[in-house]
């Protein structure tokens, strides 16, 4: 894990970087004053395009929301997959939220009952989760892609998404730690 400190001339700057969604424990929530979650869901809670069952996932979630965290699905896949993983997740949400624009990010705010400062918005995307999260208040925490699986404009994206992470300090190939504190 890499905490991020705030960095008011950066939108796409995450507060924190983890290998994982599933990294994200009760702990690690308490420890930075989070008590609810805006999660992305393709590539971030589950493979792009999958409908297989991740137990894991599922299970992940199920015990956060026990914790007594708030969950709260924000994803820009179609309604009818938003719906359907809404529905196995146990956990409202809504699909087709033209991230990164805000308006998305206040209703599930409102629907988890929490001001932003206690959300954190939790993707594997920079120009999407992270600067949405960031617009809006949020903590956020990016999780690196599940999958390498996704849509073609996203892989264009991607390779963006690397430039602006090493100027951070950060480079998901593994040739650098990601407890690598990032540069100013």
């Known amino acids: 894990m890499t905490d991020v400190q705030p960095h008011p001339r950066?939108?796409?700057r995450p507060r924190v970087i983890l290998p994982q969604v599933q990294d994200i424990t009760p702990a690690f929530?308490?420890?930075?004053?989070?008590?609810?979650?805006?999660?992305?869901?393709?590539?971030?809670?589950?493979?792009?395009?999958?409908?297989?069952?991740?137990?894991?996932?599922?299970r992940w979630a199920s015990d956060l929301r026990a914790g007594g965290y708030a969950l709260y699905l924000?994803?820009?896949?179609?309604?009818?997959?938003a719906r359907i993983w809404t529905e196995r997740l146990g956990f409202q949400g809504v699909g087709l939220a033209g991230k990164p624009f805000r308006r998305e990010y206040r209703r599930g705010l409102a629907s988890v009952g929490l001001?932003?400062?206690?959300?954190?918005?939790?993707?594997?995307?920079l120009f999407t989760d992270v600067l949405g999260g960031n617009?809006?208040?949020?903590?956020?925490i990016m999780v690196q892609p599940i999958s390498?699986?996704?849509?073609?404009?996203?892989?264009?994206?991607r390779r963006l998404e690397r430039l602006v992470l090493k100027r951070y300090g950060f480079d998901w190939s593994?040739?650098?730690?990601?407890?690598?504190?990032?540069t100013r």
Request: glycine fraction near 6%.
């Open 10 to 12: 950066s939108l796409l």
């Open 29 to 58: 929530l308490d420890t930075h004053g989070l008590k609810g979650l805006l999660l992305d869901l393709d590539n971030t809670l589950i493979p792009y395009r999958s409908y297989d069952d991740h137990l894991e996932t599922v």
């Open 74 to 81: 924000l994803s820009n896949a179609t309604k009818e997959r």
């Open 115 to 125: 001001p932003a400062h206690q959300v954190a918005m939790v993707g594997d995307q």
């Open 135 to 140: 617009l809006s208040g949020m903590f956020t």
């Open 148 to 157: 390498d699986n996704a849509l073609p404009h996203t892989r264009l994206t």
């Open 174 to 182: 593994g040739k650098k730690p990601l407890e690598t504190p990032p």
